[in-house]
């Protein structure tokens, strides 16, 4: 009989190895899944892992895994900051949505203009759009005390219907001969968020990125509020108790989060998807969460989970395209990824007793 | 009735890392009370799970009047005749007496009956109690008396009672052991588990005494010492704290008409209460566990604001200030519940320092933590108040409840408080360790500090304290000399007899009803 036992200590070990394990579950249940649909379970795990790095196309894939790993590792380390301090922000999603028509918003209002100013004032825009979206969940839990978790989720679907109007009004293309959708900022150097180095897919949300995760890891580690924000997490009376004020630290945590996503927003609106568009928002704001659990909200963890979610992606794709397996088996194998994570989790904190039959 | 109720011989249980029970042999004889003596982690518990089927022992054997016994569950020990009143109910608030006492039998027969059942049980073992309240507006020792009435009514052969006096007052001790007489004079046997040794003396025929999981001992309660029996418990001589008494100080802790709700649904509102520290004082405050502790600790500490002016300290008003600008000025805490609320469990020591000691200990430097200097903290407070741990790394639930008690009050005392409030300072930590952390308190008065020092341990009250008060149901009896306290004084201060009106209408447990 297989016995839990709780640890006296989480082990460190367990808790920087489980995520590895978990990809390696998650490759051998995918496989049994592929090998369920009749496809070859080594070509698909291989066409999801390794093609896009190191296949005949990588040169492609490579600089995608940047600009798809960048807005999940911005969104992740907002998100992982409410996490620790058991704030949770559902919605980023919607603060992505928002930051990115609020940053479009600003730079169409200048087109036709040229200025090296327009880009950071999109930037600004952006990132307050996500802040003041985030705001409403904030301000509601701590002036009425609702459950953040279902007004922030509830709000993406208000941003959807809101990026749906201005892609048919506000910000339609004057000259796109009727068809929804906002001009390409492509096309508008002032406010386009242009790769920095041509064929690298680093652009500046990739840089903000990296600027995000150093900050967190100094907040988290180096500063009293990243430890005020630890300890909310893990004792809310000891934190209370440690001077803690539970207000601000929900504004902080929402606000903080929101505004990362709505800087992602902005970076992919200006950038690689280059317009307001219906179909705008491809589901960041979800899998963010994932990646946030899934590299254990340290942030430098959650860089590598970033950029092994952006692989799955990637890989998922071309699974799709060349042995046409389907797109919700490509879900279900990601949605694998997190389950089998948090099942694994449970033994940084227990651990397994084989016990011998007869003492119960 | 005389013979061998029940016999144990070599009982040994082994948890990882720890033997809880190593050999184990007693006997318990029919129509005795046996006491069963240890300090917390000394095993006791363990023991009398496996008696009553909860924990099945390792080795060893067991014989109920002769025959082999070995209950493979709680029902098969119920059936050959073991009852036991656990010293955490398990009551349903918002059922009735009669309903809950249904709940833990077997064939519960019809409501009407059962409720005349306990009526006759209640009168003759002179435990009032009327089957039809709700649970949630009773009193902890009526809370009890559910608990040995559901025992009762298995006509038991063997009564087990894991500390049943924590909870109740003086007056209700002794009525708790006038039934236990009772209970004994009709040859029902009772083990008694406790480490108070003043009762034990009084109620008990035979002790046995554990430490560290083996038996070391027993005795005739009657006819030895406390003082011996103690150090038969810890094993080692008792160092009595001593002080030297300071008179006169000025007043500086000055409570004044301190009246607030509770921050949840489940708390004690406090009424109106006033009281002084001098410097150089220790103002003990005594009374049964959720009178308005938790709370009144929470106004001192600064969890809970009140207006300015309620609480001043050296005349300067701090009711509106927090948790770290009252550390600021001197007013520290040290919470009952040491995992959750005076310690992070899953941080490490290091961490639990900067918890309370950024502010005094100038931890932090223009909000980074210097985590060096915070390091060093935590190994002074390691090394001056004899933590066991392997260091400062260690996350703190990963330490005795006596060590991380000491680490919780120590972290207090070496940042130099002008005011220490502390709540239940010894709660769950062995005799010796009791010892240091009251000599600590004492030593801090005795430098000048002004401390208030909430605890359900009377005993301990009436060694460190100068002045004693009780709470009740958020009122504060009067203030009096400790010295010279009678039992039955304290008793009554803790009962409310001071009381004005009917305290019952605003009793936390109909809030909670409601």
Redesign the interface.
């Known amino acids: 009989m297989i016995r839990l036992?709780k640890r006296?200590?989480?082990s460190k070990t367990l808790s920087l190895a489980t995520p590895l394990i978990a990809v390696v579950v998650t490759m051998i249940a995918g496989g049994l899944l592929f090998a369920t649909l009749g496809k070859n379970p080594f070509e698909a795990i291989r066409t999801i892992f390794w093609d896009p790095l190191f296949g005949e196309y990588a040169f492609y894939y490579r600089p995608q895994l940047l600009v798809k790993g960048a807005p999940l590792v911005l969104i992740a380390i907002g998100l992982s900051l409410g996490f620790r301090a058991g704030i949770w922000n559902i919605g980023a999603e919607g603060q992505y949505i928002v930051g990115a028509i609020c940053g479009a918003g600003v730079g169409l209002a200048f087109y036709p203009m040229e200025s090296f100013l327009i880009f950071p004032l999109m930037v600004l825009a952006g990132a307050l759009g996500g802040w003041a979206w985030a705001m409403i969940p904030a301000l509601l839990k701590v002036k009425f005390g609702t459950n953040e978790i279902l007004v922030s989720l509830m709000l993406v679907y208000v941003a959807e219907q809101l990026l749906a109007s201005m892609s048919l009004g506000l910000l339609k293309n004057p000259q796109g001969f009727g068809f929804p959708g906002s001009r390409n900022l492509q096309d508008y150097a002032s406010a386009h968020n242009a790769e920095l180095i041509t064929g690298s897919g680093m652009h500046w949300g990739v840089v903000a990125a990296f600027i995000a995760v150093i900050l967190a890891y100094v907040l988290l580690n180096?500063?009293?509020?990243g430890?005020n924000i630890?300890?909310s997490g893990?004792?809310p009376?000891?934190?209370?108790?440690?001077?803690v004020?539970p207000t601000r630290l929900i504004l902080f945590c929402l606000g903080a989060s929101g505004a990362l996503a709505g800087l992602a927003g902005l970076f992919e609106v200006s950038g690689p998807s280059g317009q307001v568009s219906i179909d705008f928002n491809a589901g960041y704001g979800f899998t963010a969460i994932i990646v946030a659990f899934l590299g254990r909200l340290h942030p430098v963890g959650i860089m590598l989970a970033g950029l092994l979610m952006a692989l799955t992606y990637i890989g998922g794709d071309i699974a799709e395209s060349n042995l046409q397996l389907p797109a919700a088996a490509i879900q279900v194998f990601q949605g694998m990824l997190l389950f089998f994570l948090l099942a694994l989790d449970l033994l940084t904190n227990y651990r397994l007793k084989f016990a011998s039959k007869g003492?119960? | 009735m005389t013979g061998t109720l029940l016999s144990i011989s070599g009982l040994t249980k082994a948890y990882p890392g720890v033997v809880a029970n190593d050999t184990v042999s007693f006997d318990i004889q029919e129509g005795e009370v046996h006491a069963l003596l240890g300090e917390n982690g000394a095993g006791k518990s363990t023991l009398v799970k496996m008696i009553y089927g909860l924990v099945k022992p390792d080795s060893g054997t067991m014989t109920w009047r002769g025959a082999a016994f070995a209950p493979p569950e709680p029902r098969a020990a119920r059936a050959s005749g073991v009852a036991m009143v656990f010293q955490h109910f398990s009551l349903f608030d918002a059922l009735t007496v009669a309903e809950n006492v249904a709940l833990g039998m077997e064939n519960p027969p019809a409501m009407r009956d059962l409720a005349a059942k306990i009526r006759d049980v209640s009168e003759n073992y002179g435990l009032p109690l009327d089957p039809d309240r709700t649970v949630g507006d009773l009193s902890a020792g009526e809370r009890q008396r559910v608990e040995i009435i559901r025992c009762l009514l298995q006509d038991p052969k063997l009564l087990i009672m894991d500390e049943p006096t924590s909870v109740l007052t003086p007056q209700e001790v002794e009525i708790l052991f006038k039934t236990l007489n009772k209970l004994k004079a009709e040859g029902t046997s009772i083990l008694y588990i406790s480490h108070k040794l003043e009762e034990i003396r009084t109620l008990c025929d035979h002790a046995t005494i554990l430490r560290l999981g083996k038996n070391v001992g027993t005795c005739i309660p009657a006819e030895t010492t406390a003082r011996d029996m103690a150090e038969l418990m810890v094993g080692d001589t008792l160092h009595t704290p001593t002080r030297t008494i300071t008179e006169g100080g000025e007043v500086v802790l000055d409570v004044k008409n301190l009246s607030l709700d509770p921050s949840n649904p489940f708390g004690t509102k406090l009424k109106d209460i006033s009281f002084q520290v001098e410097a150089g004082e220790i103002l003990g405050l005594g009374g049964v566990a959720g009178n308005g502790q938790d709370e009144l600790l929470a106004a001192l500490s600064g969890e809970a604001l009140t207006d300015a002016a309620t609480i001043t300290v050296k005349g300067d008003p701090v009711g509106d200030l927090g948790p770290n600008e009252r550390r600021n000025l001197g007013i520290l805490a040290a919470p009952e519940e040491r995992l959750g609320h005076a310690a992070a469990p899953d941080m490490s020591l290091t961490a639990n320092a900067l918890l309370t000691g950024a502010i005094r200990e100038n931890l932090t430097h223009k909000g980074f933590v210097d985590w060096a200097s915070t390091t060093a903290f935590a190994e002074k407070i390691i090394s001056a108040f004899d933590v066991r741990t392997p260091g400062p790394h260690t996350a703190a639930r990963a330490l005795s409840g006596g060590n991380l008690q000491k680490f919780v009050i120590g972290r207090e005392i070496l940042q130099n408080p002008q005011v220490l409030v502390v709540n239940q300072p010894t709660w769950g930590v062995d005799a010796a360790a009791a010892a240091s952390i009251r000599q600590a308190l004492l030593d801090l008065a005795g430098a000048g500090a002004a401390i208030v020092c909430i605890s359900q341990d009377l005993d301990e009250l009436m060694e460190i304290s100068d002045h004693f008060g009780a709470l009740n149901e958020g009122r504060l009896s009067e203030i009096r000399q400790a010295v010279g306290l009678t039992v039955e004084e304290i008793g009554l201060m803790m009962g409310g007899a001071h009381d004005l009106d009917a305290p019952e209408i605003d009793a936390p447990a109909q809030e909670q009803s409601a």
């Open positions: 036992e006296p200590q989480p180096k500063h009293i509020l430890f630890r300890l893990e004792a009376r000891a934190a209370r108790f440690a001077g004020n003492v119960a």
